[in-house]
């Protein structure tokens, strides 16, 4: 596997036109318009989706864990530099439309965005939702649900619903 690995990330790195790139061979790339910054890196069974008019935008020294799915395929998401994101992340930038009277299959979605700062960490088992803000220098704590809401910079933040718990350290 270490062969498959170090191959995986030289097709990507030339894939994708970026440079310092450490992805695993198992990470699902479903092609739209996708950005990664340098010095990135992937580990197992991530899935980047930005199909249609998708859009993902990953800055400079960003580490993903185990199993983030990143899903942009009728939206964005914009991820900043320095990012940490932690295993069973999930970050989706559209939902399903749910009229009345109507199958929701065959609804299609309301489009949206995630904009994530830099120097974030999204702790294990967060869900990052359509029309998330997060700031530069947040904190998610473990198993939160980041909505639509206003978060201020450099604070942790925990819970669902998401609650303020504190500030980063000077």
Sequence with gaps: IPFLNKWYSFYWQKRLNTSNL???F?????FGNISIGKAFF????CSFLAGGHGLISIGEHCMLNRNV???ARHGEIIIGRDVLIGPNVVIRSSNHKIRANIP???QGF???SVMIGNDVWIAANCT???G???????VIGAGSVVKIEKLEPYTIYSGNPLEKIGLRDA
């Design 42 to 45: 992937c580990d197992l069974q």
């Design 132 to 138: 998330a803000v997060i700031p530069d220098g947040c």
């Design 26 to 30: 198992d990470t699902v790339f479903e």
């Design 128 to 130: 990052i939702l359509k």
């Design 22 to 24: 450490r992805i695993r």
């Design 110 to 112: 309301s489009r949206g």
């Design 104 to 106: 929701i299959r065959v």
């Design 69 to 71: 799915m990143l899903n």
